[in-house]
Structure formats: structure tokens, C-alpha cells
């Protein structure tokens, strides 16, 4: 899912739950949460509950990357099934405000 999660994606109920728990991870600068802002491309858990988090970041340059992948790999590891995380960060397609959701758009008052 190298374009984002969109609408029909379908997950597991393993990888719904690791996608609720991403919601509660928030980037700092920025106050919204990495699923709304569009940061996460694709996630997979195996039949060994190992979860592999594909993901972006607003910038290569993002100082806060390491806080965010401890933080996601809390969110992750925190799920019933899962047993380990694995945060592949990936810079193609690269990220841009199209990829937010409405409601981060609205929370950051972006329009269009």
C-alpha cells in the first residue's frame, strides 16, 4: 500500500486494533496523531504476531523520529497478539498534506 491506507483497505482484526493504538500516538510539533496525518502507509502482523509498521515522516529531517518510532513501538507492542514490532520507514511516496485526513486538516486549519 505504498500510496497510504485509504478507505478500502482491509485489515485483519489484529491490524485494526495496531491501527487504534497508532491513534494515540501524536506527533508533537504538530498535536495530531500519526494515523490522521497520514504518516502510516501499510501495517502487517503474521501468524507470529510480528507487526511490521510502514511508515513516513513529514520531513527526512524530522528531529523527533526517534521519539515517535519509541513511541509506536509502545502503541504497537501494547496490542493482545502482537509480539513484536518492526517500523519500516520509507521516504517513496514522501508525504504531503493530501495524505491527512479531514479531520486533521480541520484541526490544523487547513482548507481545501
Same mark, same amino acid.
Given at each position: 500500500?505504498?500510496?497510504?491506507?485509504?478507505?478500502g483497505?482491509?485489515f485483519?482484526?489484529?491490524?485494526?486494533? +495496531?491501527?487504534?493504538s497508532?491513534?494515540? +500516538?501524536?506527533?508533537?510539533?504538530?498535536?495530531?496523531d500519526? $494515523? &490522521?496525518?497520514?504518516?502510516?502507509?501499510d501495517?502487517? $502482523?503474521?501468524?507470529d504476531? &510480528?507487526? +511490521? $509498521?510502514t511508515?513516513t515522516?513529514?520531513?527526512?529531517?524530522?528531529?523527533?523520529? &526517534?521519539?515517535?518510532?519509541?513511541?509506536?513501538?509502545?502503541? +504497537? /507492542?501494547?496490542?493482545?497478539? $502482537? /509480539?513484536?514490532?518492526?517500523?519500516?520507514?520509507?521516504?517513496?511516496p514522501?508525504?504531503d498534506?493530501?495524505?491527512?485526513?479531514?479531520?486533521?486538516?480541520?484541526a490544523?486549519?487547513?482548507?481545501?
Amino acid at each position: 500500500m505504498a500510496d497510504g491506507i485509504g478507505e478500502g483497505a482491509e485489515f485483519s482484526p489484529i491490524e485494526d486494533a +495496531v491501527m487504534k493504538s497508532l491513534e494515540d +500516538v501524536i506527533d508533537p510539533e504538530l498535536g495530531i496523531d500519526m $494515523v &490522521n496525518l497520514g504518516l502510516i502507509y501499510d501495517i502487517h $502482523v503474521d501468524d507470529d504476531g &510480528n507487526c +511490521v $509498521v510502514t511508515m513516513t515522516l513529514t520531513t527526512m529531517g524530522c528531529p523527533l523520529g &526517534n521519539l515517535l518510532a519509541d513511541q509506536i513501538n509502545r502503541a +504497537v /507492542t501494547s496490542v493482545d497478539g $502482537v /509480539t513484536g514490532c518492526e517500523i519500516d520507514l520509507v521516504w517513496e511516496p514522501a508525504w504531503d498534506m493530501s495524505k491527512m485526513s479531514r479531520f486533521a486538516k480541520v484541526a490544523l486549519g487547513i482548507h481545501g
